[in-house]
């Protein structure tokens, strides 16, 4: 896997789970998540997902 097929994959498990996370909160406490933490939400998916990712690509080869 390319290394710009791993970021885009990755941008986009952040941008769902910040997304996710808002819609979630708003649901919960009626008003916006604080864009900090929706920041924070998607950095820690990306995480994980960049090293699934990583692992998949060490696996295959």
Known sequence: MKLW???LITLIAMLL???AAG???IA???FPL?????GLV???TAL???ELLRY???RVV
């Open 5 to 7: 097929h791993r970021l």
């Open 17 to 19: 789970a910040s997304f």
């Open 23 to 25: 819609r979630l909160w």
């Open 28 to 30: 919960s406490f009626d």
């Open 34 to 38: 604080p864009s900090y933490l929706a």
């Open 42 to 44: 998607g950095g820690l």
């Open 48 to 50: 994980p997902v960049w």
């Open 56 to 58: 998949f690509r060490n």
